[in-house]
């Protein structure tokens, strides 16, 4: 039997104590997805709801991790699942084919799932619905963008280290909040051309936008499971993983104020 710490067992027990959570099983059309609610315990009254997208290994305990962390500030936080309950990639290489099935050959499809998770955080009961934002990581950014692109009532939408390209940068016009982009200045998938085209996109729509580039930071940066060699084009970076946090907080704070 693994003996665990007290000292873990005390943390975990505290988590308990602070936040209410729970696993919400839900349909896009035929299809079941399985997401992760947090918010506070002892919170009065309906509180902002922040949409939390997942990077193209799927759901995981990464998403849950900082849905907890949002909820804490003070927030709902629901977890979305784009790919369906116990879809989940293997290893990079399927994550790969999957996040391009659907960034470079269903977008539609990407939108309908996140929208489906959209619509149970603005109907859970703890949910202030006329308060809402997008994040999410890596492909989890790129769907928080597109979420905004549908013209979704939120009002923000933050990428960490997203895809920021579109195949219809027309829809920028629909977007009804602000957006924040956190970007690796170094990031080799997501080029000096991509960025470009991203800034004219929301210069051209006339969107309250930002975009934020952290030198020194490749793709990846917030994931620690990427490991720390930037010559593999993903890699973790403590210093922007942590000031994009802090930028994210202040993000957050401006919207629901």
């Known amino acids: 039997m693994r003996l665990i710490p007290l000292f873990a067992l005390l943390m975990a027990a505290s988590q308990a104590d602070d ?8 349909k896009q059309g035929d299809v079941v997805l399985e997401g992760y609610l947090a918010c506070p315990k002892d919170a009065k009254g309906k509180l902002p709801g922040v949409l939390i997208c997942h990077q193209w290994m799927g759901h995981s305990d990464y998403e849950r991790q900082r849905a907890n962390q949002t909820a804490k500030l003070g927030y709902v936080a629901f977890a979305v699942d784009i790919y369906g309950k116990g879809v989940r990639p293997k290893d990079p ?8 099935g659907y960034k470079a050959g269903d977008r539609a499809l990407l ?7 959209l619509e149970v955080l603005r109907k859970h009961d703890r949910c202030d619905a006329a308060k809402i934002a997008a994040q999410g990581y890596c492909f989890g950014g790129t769907t928080a963008l597109e979420i905004a692109r549908s013209g979704a009532p939120i009002l923000g939408a933050i990428s960490f280290h997203g895809d920021l390209s579109t195949s219809s940068p027309e829809d920028a016009k629909k977007i009804k909040g602000k957006v924040i982009a956190f970007h ?3 990031d080799p998938f997501v080029p000096s051309k991509q960025v470009a085209a991203f800034e004219e996109e929301m210069r051209q729509a006339g969107v309250d936008w930002q975009l934020v580039s952290f030198g020194g930071a490749v793709h990846s940066f917030t994931l620690k499971i990427a490991g720390n060699d930037n010559s593999k084009g993903s890699a973790y970076n403590e210093k922007a993983d942590l000031r994009s946090w802090e930028m994210y907080k202040s993000f957050l704070a401006e919207l629901f104020k």
């Open 184 to 186: 690796g200045a170094d």
């Open 93 to 100: 290489g399927e994550a790969g084919k999957m996040a391009g």
């Open 111 to 117: 939108r309908a799932r996140a929208l489906a998770g």
């Open 19 to 26: 936040l209410h959570t729970e696993v919400i099983e839900y």
